[in-house]
């Protein structure tokens, strides 16, 4: 009998078990309903075939799809943690070990620098599933790296920020991180480098109260959910219903807050574009002849007189 049960029953059981089939193969597009198989999803950069919808994108993703090949990702300073003791609920260290788990990254941030079509770029990337993207400590160290990169490589800063805004769980020292990455933005413009965010969704509270209004051009995402208080608080607040679209990137395009709505897909090289534009050398200076005799420095010299283009002055 022992062959039977150990060479055919098992035999038997692979012919008759179930494959295995991840549960993910098919997702729900949150806006129209619609399933879309997994690959399908992967192709269209997670945008949503049927209604256009941009999915949250995780930074893994985010870079790969931004930078030409080649590209690599920095390590962050670390900080200290928990330094308040916090406790809701649960430990925030606990809190922070879930997350960390559950992502496979330190904190909510990730800086990555490369080539964007061509064109050199630090890239700093926020992880909407590490703990709502919130920018603590960690965040606001990721952010003067990022800075201090940039200005290093002398290449522009481009931020791209999903985050709920400021990390409760460490008070003060969170709100401390919106002065700190403003700084962080003002050491890029010093050096005179671009300054670049890509607004996705969400861009909400001390994050789009800092750093993430303050770029040379502001790019969104479509239909991507931006501003400081939420629409219910504001609402409740005014007493007055709010148009529609508020606070969604199309809208904010139309109020003057954003520069640009970007497809995903045509977000690499409108950034690679933008770069270029903002880092070319001016026109080249036309030499302008004074006529002779002429002015007040008469019989004088003829020393022709350049006119320095504007747009060099990057
Ligand atoms: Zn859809």
Redesign the pocket.
């Known amino acids: 009998m022992n062959w039977l049960t150990n060479f055919v029953k098992p035999k038997i059981q692979a012919l008759v078990a179930k494959k295995e089939v991840p549960d993910n193969l098919w997702h729900k597009?949150?806006?129209?309903?619609?399933m879309?198989f997994h690959r399908d999803l992967e192709e269209n950069l997670h945008v949503?075939?049927?209604?256009?919808?941009h999915m949250r994108l995780d930074p893994a993703r985010r870079l790969k799809m931004l930078f030409d090949p080649g590209y690599q990702t920095i390590e962050l300073p670390k900080v200290l943690v928990d330094p308040l003791k916090f406790r809701d609920q649960k430990r925030y260290t606990d809190r922070l070990k879930e997350a960390q788990s559950k992502t496979n990254r330190q904190d909510a941030i990730v800086v990555a620098h490369g080539k964007i079509d061509g064109q050199g770029a630090v890239a700093a990337v926020f992880d909407f599933n590490f703990m709502g993207g919130s920018m603590g400590m960690a965040v606001g160290e990721g952010l003067l790296a990022a800075a201090k990169l940039a200005v290093l490589q002398q290449v522009p800063l481009i931020a791209i920020p999903a985050s709920g805004g400021a990390r409760m769980q460490e008070a003060i020292l969170s709100l401390m991180q919106m002065p700190r990455t403003i700084i962080a933005v003002e050491m890029v413009k010093e050096a005179g480098l671009p300054y670049i965010v890509v607004l996705t969704d969400p861009t909400t509270g001390g994050v789009t109260a800092s750093f993430a209004m303050l770029g040379d051009i502001h790019i969104a995402e479509p239909g991507a959910q931006i501003g400081f208080a939420g629409a219910r608080v504001i609402e409740s607040t005014i007493r007055e219903t709010l148009p529609e679209g508020f606070q969604r990137s199309e809208y904010l395009l139309d109020h003057g807050m954003v520069d640009m709505v970007v497809h995903r897909k045509e977000l690499r090289s409108t950034l690679g574009r933008v770069i270029d534009l903002l880092r070319r050398p001016g026109p080249g200076a036309e030499i302008v002849r004074m006529p002779r005799g002429d002015g007040p420095d008469r019989g004088g010299s003829r020393k022709p007189v350049s006119i320095k283009g504007g747009a060099g002055a990057r």
């Open positions: 597009c949150p806006s129209c309903g619609a879309i949503c075939q049927h209604c256009g919808h």
